[in-house]
């Protein structure tokens, strides 16, 4: 096996680990990540050779990352295969994965904690007083993350720095984060 064989299964098996962290199946973290070792777009039937997975389960894992927007169908001139190339601007992949888990996630507890709290005033109980604080409390933390997100999401203090200035930042070959980062900045400064 060569060492970019080596490299990618060692990638694919990581990232498909990793998936259901960012509230991705394993199945399409790791479709994602084979493509994302690839340089040319892959159709169905070099997944499912390429990772020894069914065409359903390569369906499904296609079906699942074109829904977070992180794979793109290209259809071949003259072929009507379907061929998948990775989403790889970072900066938009974090935020399409972000969005996604704030409407799928916070949203609907946000929603659930505006209609709770309120039902909880009408309680007289010390019971109910201390579920309430406690609900009362979670809803600020999650008003204060949303508010973040949101920021995050329309560009905020990530499109002033770049995200992708950090990623430079983190891969430079200086070895002190502030001095990568300084470097970076300077780098994001020149024309």
């Not at 039937?45 to 794979?71: D, F, N, P, Q, T």
């Not at 009507?80 to 704030?102: C, G, H, Y």
Request: aromatic letters at 6%; proline letters at 5%; glycine letters at 6%.
């Amino acid at each position: 096996m060569s060492e970019i064989d080596n490299v990618r299964e060692s990638f694919v098996q990581l990232w498909g680990a990793m998936g259901s962290f960012w509230g991705i199946s394993p199945t399409g973290a790791k479709v994602y990540a084979w493509l994302m070792s690839r340089a040319d777009p892959a159709d169905s039937e070099e997944i499912m050779a390429g990772l020894e997975l069914s065409r359903g389960a390569v369906s499904m894992a296609c079906k699942e990352l074109r829904e977070w927007h992180l794979i793109e169908v290209e259809k071949a001139p003259g072929s009507r295969r379907s061929r998948f190339r990775p989403a790889t601007d970072l900066e938009k992949v974090v935020r399409n994965i972000v969005q996604i888990r704030k409407r799928r996630e916070w949203d609907p507890l946000r929603e659930h904690l505006l209609e709770w709290i309120p039902q909880l005033e009408a309680e007289e109980s010390p019971e109910a007083e201390t579920f309430r604080r406690r609900l009362e409390s979670l809803e600020g933390l999650i008003t204060l993350a949303d508010s973040m997100v949101e920021m995050f999401l329309k560009g905020g203090m990530v499109s002033k720095i770049g995200l992708k200035m950090l990623v430079r930042a983190s891969r430079s070959d200086l070895p002190h984060p502030q001095l990568r980062f300084e470097q970076a900045t300077q780098d994001k400064e020149r024309p």
